[in-house]
């Protein structure tokens, strides 16, 4: 298995909701990162997880809110979130210090 | 944060032309990456370089890593429709968390 998958492919939400993003991957890859891309513009980071602990947290408000339950495995919980947070969610995974493998992206839409 | 400079932003042309694109930084990197990106879908990964001066290829795509590691290019030959898409370069430090800096994109059209 060489990819990485993320559900849902789409997701439109409220600003009162709580909804989660899913993102795995089985290539035995121990870091894993989330995302966020607005169009037109280069990916920006927003966490990294290596070896399932937080290592790098950009500044990303406290409404968006990470978990890594096992090595295969990254959420990113949604609460509370701003119209202005509509964009695509990526995440991503590599080995210590290699290329980072992007997933196919959640187009979320808060309204 | 801080981004690349990547150039061009925006390429509009025939299909059968030869493509180039090119970053530069301020920093050193000990990695190159180039990536595409189809609307609506993630990036995909083209190439890396891992070695100052390295040229490598990967069908019609070659980039090299640049003797001074501030800087990459990428050339597209014999361009056709499928080719349209974002391209990002990316730089990576091993110090810094393996943490990416992308270019700003550029945005490839191939008219048929």
């Known amino acids: 298995d060489t990819e990485v998958t993320q559900t849902p492919k789409h997701l439109v939400m409220g600003m009162t909701n709580k909804k989660s993003l899913k993102c795995e991957q089985h290539?035995?890859?121990?870091?894993m990162y989330w995302y966020k891309q607005k169009a037109k513009k280069p990916p920006e980071l927003m966490f990294v997880?290596?070896?399932?602990?937080?290592?790098i947290n950009e500044s990303v408000p406290s409404r968006f809110s990470p978990e890594c339950p096992n090595s295969s495995l990254l959420n990113l919980h949604l609460h509370a979130l701003q119209p202005e947070d509509s964009a695509l969610y990526l995440c991503a995974s590599s080995l210590p210090y290699n290329e980072q493998f992007f997933g196919p992206g959640t187009r979320l839409t808060v309204l | 944060g801080q981004q690349l400079n990547q150039s061009p932003q925006s390429m509009f042309i025939q299909e059968g032309e030869d493509v180039s694109m090119n970053c530069t930084s301020s920093?050193?990197?000990?990695?190159w990456l180039w990536y595409k990106q189809d609307p609506g879908e993630g990036p995909v990964l083209l190439i890396a370089?891992?070695?100052?001066?390295e040229l490598t290829s990967n069908g019609r795509l070659t980039a090299q890593f640049g003797i001074t590691r501030k800087d990459s290019f990428l050339n597209i030959s014999a361009s056709i429709p499928s080719d349209v898409g974002i391209y990002f370069c990316?730089?990576?430090?091993?110090?810094?968390?393996?943490?990416?800096?992308f270019g700003g994109g550029t945005r490839l059209m191939v008219k048929p």
């Open positions: 990316a730089g990576q430090f091993n110090n810094a968390g393996n943490m990416l800096t």
């Open positions: 997880y290596s070896y399932e602990k937080l290592s």
């Open positions: 370089l891992y070695k100052a001066g």
């Open positions: 920093s050193i990197f000990n990695t």
């Open positions: 290539m035995g890859h121990r870091a």
